[in-house]
C-alpha cells in the first residue's frame, strides 16, 4: 500500500497548502480518498496517472473536501476518459455533481456511477478477490463517513526450486499456492508447508476524517496498519474541537493506542498553529509511531 | 483601470496554468470576472485583496469560468466576512451555489444575492456615480454574457491656484467642478474654461470570453480602451473554432479593429500550440496594439 498525500490542511486552499485529498495505492487498484479543490492540479503536481481512478470516496459534503470532485469529473472528460468512474459520498452528491454538469451541457462521455451513502453503520462498498472497502461511520456536524481499505490474504507463495528439487507436477502448482499438498511425479505427496511460504500479510489503511473523538470507530480499526486520524486541533484548543466536531492531536493518538494501529497518520491542521511539529510532538507523547500528512508526502503502509 | 489575470487558459486547471478569471479595478471597486477552479489560490498568490471584491460575474456556466465560485463563497465565510455579495450569472448559477452551501450545512453569514441573467440583450447589471456594468450577449455553446466596464466622465479639474490669483469665491468651488462659471469676490465672473481642467477621459474595459467569431458585438464595444477577446485558437484551426464555437487569434483582430479599440487583449488559450506568442503574431497582422494574457500579469487601461 502507497498513500500520496494531495493536501492535509483544513478549511481552505492556500498557495502552498491544500485541503484534504489522498490516493491510496493498493493491489493495482488507485483509490481517490476526498476531492478538495484544486486536487485535480495536484495530481498533475505530484505526477499520479489519474486516468488510472477508477473509484472516488468522499467523506463528506463540507467543500475542502468535495468540492474540487465535479472538476475532476469534467477534466476526465475533456481528456477523452472511456472507463467507468465510481463515486462513493453521502446522499446529494450524485444531485450536486449532475446540476453543474447540466448547467454547463457538460455530460460525461464515460460511465459515472453513484453510490449514494446515507446508513450509520459500517458498509460494503467495494470488493475485489484482492481488496475491501468499508465505511467507518464518523461524528461530525453533518453526516460522514471514514474509509476502512483492506487487503486480503494473497495466495501462499511457491518455492519453485523446492518444488522442482523434491519433483512436485508442475500442473498442481495452482493448487499448491491455495493451499493444497503436492503430489509428486513418482506417485508421492509432499507437504504443502515444506513447499510455500507464508503469503505477505493483508495490510489495511484506516481514513478517519472528520471527526469529533469517537471511540465507536476503536472496535472496527483494531490492529490496522496505518490510521490516518483527523487532528485539527491541539489539546489546548480541545473546546473549540468539540464546538467543532474535530479531534484533537492527543485524541487522535489516544484512538490508535486503544485500537493498537501500526501507524498513525495525523492531517487536517487548522492554520491557526504554524508548526505541525506540534501535533506530532502531543501525539508522541501517547503514541510513537506518528507520520505527518504533507501536501505530495509519499507513504508506504507496511 | 488595472486588470490583474488570474487565469489566462482554457478546459482545465494545470500546475502552471489557471483557467479564466480576472480582477478589474477601477474607481475602488474590485471586479472579480468569472471564477474558475483555484481562483481564490490565484487571489492570495498575487496579493489581491479580495475581501475587497462585492461583485461577481460570470461569464457563463463551463467549469472553466465557474466551479471556483462556490469554493471563493464558503472562504469568504470561513474568514468572517460580513460585507454583502453580489453574484451576476446565468440563470441556475443561483441553485449551483446553493445547492452545495446546503449539503455542507454551510450557509453563508453575510448577505448573497443572486442577479441571474436570461437577457440576449445588453443588459445594465451595476452603476454607480462613477461606474457602469453592461452586459455584452456573446455566441457561445451555451448562453454566455461578455461584461462591459465603463468610467463614467469625472468632474472637471480645478486650478485652485489660478482660481485663488483671479478672486474666485471658494464656496463655489463645488459648482466650478461641474462646470459653472465663477463669480469672483469683487463682483466679477471668470469663465469656467480659465480656471478648469478637462476630466479624465473616461475609461473601458470590454471582456468578451467564451464566444465564436461575432460581429453583432462591434457595435456594442466600438472604442472601448481595451477589449479582451478570447483567443482559444490559431487561424489555421478555425474549424475547430467554429465547431466549439471559440474564436482564433485573427478573428479577435479583427474585431479589434472593426470596433476601434485602445487595445487588444488575447486569452482563453488551448493548450495545443505552447507557444503563446503565435496568438499575437497572429493578432499583429491585423492590429497593432497586442497584450498577451498571462497568469499574474497585471495590465494598465489607458
Known amino acids: 500500500?502507497?498513500?500520496?498525500?494531495?493536501?492535509?490542511?483544513?478549511?481552505?486552499?492556500?498557495?502552498?497548502?491544500?485541503?484534504?485529498?489522498?490516493?491510496?495505492?493498493?493491489?493495482?487498484?488507485?483509490?481517490?480518498?476526498?476531492?478538495?479543490?484544486?486536487?485535480?492540479?495536484?495530481?498533475?503536481?505530484?505526477?499520479?496517472?489519474?486516468?488510472?481512478?477508477?473509484?472516488?470516496?468522499?467523506?463528506?459534503?463540507?467543500?475542502?473536501?468535495?468540492?474540487?470532485?465535479?472538476?475532476?469529473?469534467?477534466?476526465?472528460?475533456?481528456?477523452?476518459?472511456e472507463a467507468d468512474l465510481h463515486i462513493y459520498g453521502p446522499k446529494g452528491i450524485k444531485d450536486a455533481v449532475l446540476l453543474q454538469l447540466k448547467l454547463g451541457k457538460s455530460y460525461t462521455n464515460y460511465k459515472l456511477f453513484f453510490h449514494e451513502l446515507e446508513s450509520k453503520e459500517p458498509q460494503l462498498l467495494f470488493e475485489d478477490d484482492k481488496v475491501s472497502v468499508t465505511t467507518i461511520p464518523l461524528d461530525h456536524r453533518i453526516y460522514t463517513n471514514g474509509f476502512l481499505f483492506q487487503e486480503k490474504l494473497g495466495e501462499r507463495k511457491l518455492d519453485v526450486e523446492k518444488a522442482r528439487s523434491l519433483n512436485v507436477e508442475m500442473s498442481y502448482y495452482n493448487k499448491i499456492k491455495k493451499g493444497a499438498d503436492a503430489p509428486t511425479k513418482d506417485g508421492g505427496l509432499v507437504l504443502n508447508s515444506l513447499i510455500t511460504l507464508d503469503p505477505d500479510p493483508a495490510k489495511s489503511y484506516a481514513y478517519c476524517s472528520d471527526t469529533a473523538y469517537y471511540p465507536r470507530i476503536i472496535t472496527q480499526i483494531t490492529n490496522v496498519t496505518a490510521l490516518y486520524h483527523e487532528s485539527t486541533f491541539l489539546q489546548k484548543d480541545q473546546a473549540l474541537a468539540v464546538k467543532t466536531k474535530h479531534s484533537t492531536a492527543q485524541e487522535a493518538a489516544q484512538i490508535a493506542v486503544a485500537a493498537k494501529v501500526g501507524q498513525l497518520i495525523l492531517g487536517h491542521y487548522s492554520g491557526r498553529y504554524g508548526n505541525y511539529n506540534l501535533f506530532k510532538e502531543e501525539a508522541n507523547q501517547y503514541f510513537e509511531n506518528v507520520t505527518l500528512a504533507q501536501d505530495g508526502k509519499v507513504i508506504d503502509i507496511n
Not at 473536501?65 to 465535479?70: I, K
Open 1 to 81: 500500500m502507497k498513500l500520496t498525500i494531495l493536501g492535509c490542511h483544513s478549511a481552505t486552499p492556500r498557495w502552498d497548502a491544500n485541503p484534504t485529498s489522498q490516493i491510496l495505492e493498493v493491489k493495482g487498484h488507485l483509490f481517490l480518498i476526498d476531492c478538495a479543490e484544486g486536487t485535480q492540479v495536484q495530481l498533475r503536481r505530484f505526477k499520479v496517472k489519474f486516468s488510472r481512478v477508477k473509484h472516488i470516496f468522499i467523506s463528506h459534503l463540507h467543500g475542502d473536501h468535495f468540492f474540487g470532485l465535479v472538476g475532476l469529473i469534467s477534466t476526465f472528460r475533456l481528456l477523452g476518459r
